[in-house]
């Protein structure tokens, strides 16, 4: 709102406290301080009286207001709120008088500002095309200029300017929330900034290669195979073996046996705590993150819990793609434990992939 007619209402309502001056009496002395002088003219001015008197219920003096000034060619016509008031009398209005409005407004070159009332749509039929080429142009801008602005985001990027581009991209979430072709420039900006902060916490030197397994022997297999069945039935008929068959199927490599042979054993919290380790050999990383939220409220008096379960939620994250969040997780395990060595080795093996 204009400053100006802001402190004349919150001057006109102190004194009307005082003098028992009503909102009628507030809009005749408002309309006559703005009429005092040419230079209170101003779109401003005249957008935020005009408001006013619409929302004081004064539109009478809104309509006489507009018309004592018509022919003055340095007034703003306030169109939108001068079609709000003239609806309050629509009956009065003749087809001449609707022709003299169009005619008004066309001449004003103000169809665009016109179309934003609702009111008198059914008397002027021309608002209905004006508010249609309104919301095209709308809808042409908002594409142009995300279009622009994303040509600079790129070029920010070629640049590598990567404070300038992470400003922008807040910039183009505020403007256009929710919006696919954002979000997924977004996603890439976090992507390439995890990265890069592997690159520079992985020494160059020092790289982790990928083991090259050769095929598992087929005999072996068999074997491998008839054990875990006979663990299984041993554990069902005697619950008391099954952790320990489950960590020997761990140490087996057999991971998803594991799991099924610790559903026989009774829960404790050695049980709980490997678990989770061996969902996370079986890349059941969903059904991780939901035990690790039901583990820190168990165990959140223990102190060791907050760095248990970042270090699992972490890779968690990591399998499940979102390497940008996974990192910021382990970067934040690191900054509150800088000599967690198995985080900054993961980091390091990160980095290296």
């Known amino acids: 709102m204009s400053t100006y007619i802001e402190l004349e209402i919150q001057n006109l309502l102190n004194q009307g406290s005082d003098q028992n001056i009503d909102l009628a009496e507030v809009a005749t002395r408002l309309v006559s301080s703005i009429e005092s002088s040419p230079d209170h003219f101003t779109l401003d001015n005249i957008t935020a009286l005009s408001r006013f008197l619409i929302q004081s219920g004064n539109e009478l003096v809104l309509v006489e207001f507009v018309l004592r000034h018509l022919e003055n060619e340095s007034f703003p016509i306030p169109w939108p709120y001068f079609l709000e008031a003239l609806s309050a009398f629509s009956e009065e209005l003749d087809e001449k008088s609707v022709r003299a409005l169009i005619d008004g407004i066309e001449e004003d070159g103000a169809q665009e500002e016109a179309s934003r009332s609702l009111a008198l749509r059914q008397t002027i039929q021309s608002l209905g095309e ?10 042409k801008d908002y594409l142009n200029n995300k279009r622009l602005l ?31 072709d954002i979000r997924r420039e977004v996603n890439e900006h976090k992507q390439r900034y995890a990265l890069e902060i592997l690159s520079r916490r992985t020494p160059r030197s020092r790289g982790v290669k990928t083991e090259d397994f050769s095929p598992k022997d087929p005999e072996t ?36 046996d594991a799991l099924s042979l610790l559903s026989f054993s009774d829960e404790s919290e050695t049980l709980i705590w490997f678990r ?22 168990v165990f959140a008096h223990e102190p060791e819990t907050f760095f248990a379960t970042a270090y699992l939620r972490a890779q968690a994250l990591w399998g499940l793609g979102q390497k940008h969040t996974a990192i910021e997780v382990m970067e934040g395990l690191l900054a509150a434990r800088p000599h967690y060595r198995a985080a900054s080795a993961l980091l390091s093996i990160w980095g290296g992939q």
Request: glycine fraction near 2%; aromatic fraction near 10%.
């Open 130 to 139: 004006w508010r249609s080429n309104r919301k095209y142009k709308i809808h």
């Open 276 to 297: 989770l380790e061996v969902l996370l050999k079986c890349r059941r990383f969903v059904e991780l993150l939901t035990d690790l939220a039901k583990v820190e409220v």
């Open 221 to 256: 297999e068999q074997a491998l195979q008839v054990l875990m069945q006979s663990m299984h039935e041993h554990a069902e008929t005697d619950p008391s073996m099954a952790f320990d068959f489950a960590i020997a199927a761990y140490m087996l490599e057999s991971y998803e």
């Open 150 to 180: 994303l040509d600079q985001l790129i070029t920010l990027r070629t640049q590598q300017l990567y404070e300038q581009e992470k400003s922008l991209l807040a910039r183009l979430q505020k403007l256009y929330p929710g919006d696919s």
